[in-house]
């Protein structure tokens, strides 16, 4: 299907283990990201990637491990997962940062609990 | 570093206009989204602005000046189903694209 998609949609875990959430997208975009979302924090930028093997740190990037090595996907993983990683993480992407173009298309989120 | 302030709550009837306002401060400023999120949902796309003064697209327009780091969303003639978060987020020009969102605010429309 086109678009993107984010795996799992729901996950617990508990506190120490790795948890890697998926992200793929069927546009081509080059420019790709992931978000964090908490009550009354808004959406937080975790890591972003301008495209295959370029990726940098966002505002909360610590506790998270990206890689890309596909332009299609941009996985994120929890080293070792902690309580305040609990939260609602969402993957989106753009096909361009110039002006109204750098609209980004989110995908439906990963509601994730660490116990 | 960047801040954005928006209310956390509006609240409106149907067939009402509703502004949802946001200041913000950010170095390097370039322009002004605004992105829509139902309940559960992922969030949605709605306007930019780069130049100061005012977009309309359907029953939303999207305002912006730049020399009062303000801008605002205007929604008009609301339905039940634009319920929902609406956050602002500002680029600035040196991390172009990366996307600094404001903590939203809740729009309930009552019938």
């Known amino acids: 299907d086109a678009g993107i998609t984010q795996s799992p949609r729901y996950k617990i875990t508990e506190t120490g283990r790795q948890v890697t959430l998926m992200c793929h997208q069927t546009?081509?975009?080059?420019?790709m990201f992931w978000y964090r979302q908490d009550l009354g924090h808004g959406l937080r930028l975790i890591y972003y990637?301008?495209?295959?093997?370029?990726?940098d740190k966002g505002e909360v990037p610590d506790g998270y491990v990206v890689s890309r090595s596909k332009t299609e996907n941009f996985p994120l993983t929890l080293e070792s997962a902690t309580r305040s990683q609990t939260s609602v993480y969402f993957c989106?992407?753009?096909?361009?940062?110039?002006?109204?173009?750098?609209?980004?298309?989110f995908g439906p989120g990963t509601r994730l609990t660490v116990l | 570093g960047q801040s954005l302030e928006q209310p956390s709550e509006v609240t409106a009837v149907e067939g009402a206009i509703v502004q949802i306002n946001c200041t913000y401060q950010?170095?390097?400023?370039?322009?002004l989204s605004w992105y829509q999120q139902h309940d559960g949902g992922a969030p949605t796309f709605l306007s930019y602005?780069?130049?100061?003064g005012l977009e309309e697209t359907g029953r939303f327009s999207s305002f912006l000046s730049r020399s009062d780091s303000y801008g605002y969303l205007l929604l008009q003639e609301l339905q039940m189903k634009d319920s929902a978060s609406y956050f602002c987020?500002?680029?600035?020009?040196?991390?172009?694209?990366?996307?600094?969102f404001g903590r939203g605010t809740q729009l309930t429309v009552w019938p």
């Open positions: 989106a992407s753009s096909g361009s940062l110039a002006g109204a173009d750098n609209e980004q298309f």
């Open positions: 546009w081509s975009h080059s420019y």
């Open positions: 990637s301008a495209a295959a093997d370029i990726t």
């Open positions: 950010t170095s390097g400023f370039y322009g």
């Open positions: 602005n780069a130049l100061d």
């Open positions: 987020a500002t680029d600035r020009g040196s991390t172009l694209g990366r996307l600094y």
